[in-house]
């Protein structure tokens, strides 16, 4: 039987194209419900204030660099978006006194523009927002080198042999209301994926790359970082692939209410709890590691009935 088109953007893919059991399925989900799909290598976690949700997030990256000998670096693999915890790590660090001489980070994605990643002076610039609500808030006796900041760019080769070098204890990430992880969106409905999107073996061998993004995805960062100009919101990025994905030793996924939406928010848990995996829906792939953690902000699950205001 030939998929569904998309509701949303018919020369792609995406969880539209879904058998609508499925989705019916998990739009029924309460929140208890999500705590029941955790399993081994799935964990489901509920945090009741704002506060403890972004506090637990920051200290993540703590834990992972308090691992880091000049024998054994490690790195922790981050986002933007959220971005809350990153002051956060800042201030612990400091008052810590933590020495990340030999920790590591990695950008997850940078927008890609005329042939190569925006510089850092773009206003929507990934790195400059590390740089600017994270790194450059550490004091200069505490803070990791530059050499040990690993931001994608053009020229991928860098970046990917430096995943070769150095462990990574946590990807950590966002969701997005496309159902991606870093930018790693379903791809065009064309060529040899025309009539179904690559399989779960395809996808996973994706690495490093430049990608062309999902309309949703453009329209959810125009809204979230751009005042909705959707034309100021580039069409391309270069994002951290599967294979880098399965090269961390935890994946964390953290959803605050405010990216992806309530129904999002059970989809991708219910497909990565239940072991379902479909390209149209990227997140679902994570039902395959190992070790997948999401973490909820019991406040913003919200519902997913109709409800008129």
């Not at 998990?26 to 290598?41: F, T, V």
């Not at 925006?118 to 927002?129: G, I, N, R, Y």
């Not at 949703?216 to 751009?226: K, P």
């Not at 699950?301 to 205001?309: A, V």
Request: hydrophobic share 35%; with cysteine.
């Amino acid at each position: 039987m030939a998929r569904k088109k998309s509701m949303l953007a018919p020369g792609w893919w995406d969880y539209t194209t879904l058998d609508d059991e499925i989705l019916n399925d998990a739009a029924k989900l309460e929140p208890e419900d999500l705590l029941q799909l955790s399993r081994n290598g799935f964990k489901v976690v509920f945090y009741d204030t704002l506060e403890d949700f972004y506090l637990a997030e920051a200290l993540e990256y703590i834990t992972a660099w308090k691992q880091a000998t000049p024998d054994n670096p490690v790195g922790v693999c981050g986002p933007i978006g959220p971005t809350e915890q990153l002051p956060l790590v800042a201030r612990i660090v400091n008052e810590l006194q933590l020495d990340l001489s030999n920790a590591h980070f990695w950008g997850m994605d940078e927008w890609y523009e005329n042939g190569r990643e925006v510089d850092v002076t773009h206003p929507l610039s990934f790195e400059k927002a590390d740089r600017e609500l994270c790194f450059n808030r550490m004091d200069k006796k505490y803070r990791i080198p530059d050499s040990n900041l690993h931001f994608p760019k053009a020229d991928t080769s860098g970046f990917i042999n430096s995943w070769n070098r150095i462990r990574c204890a946590v990807m950590q990430g966002g969701q997005g209301d496309i159902k991606h992880w870093a930018f790693n969106d379903p791809v065009k409905r064309e060529g040899i994926y025309k009539d179904n999107p690559p399989s779960p073996e395809e996808y996973r061998k994706l690495t490093t790359r430049v990608v062309d993004l999902h309309p949703v995805t453009c329209m959810q960062n125009a809204r979230t970082s751009a005042g909705g100009v959707v034309t100021g919101v580039p069409v391309q990025a270069i994002t951290v692939g599967p294979v880098q994905t399965w090269q961390a030793e935890k994946v964390s996924i953290w959803h605050a209410g405010t990216h992806d939406n309530a129904f999002g928010q059970r989809l991708t848990a219910f497909l990565i709890g239940r072991k379902i995996v479909d390209s149209s829906v990227p997140m679902s792939l994570l039902a395959d590691h190992p070790n997948v953690q999401f973490n909820y902000y019991r406040g913003g699950i919200g519902t997913c009935k109709p409800e008129m205001h």
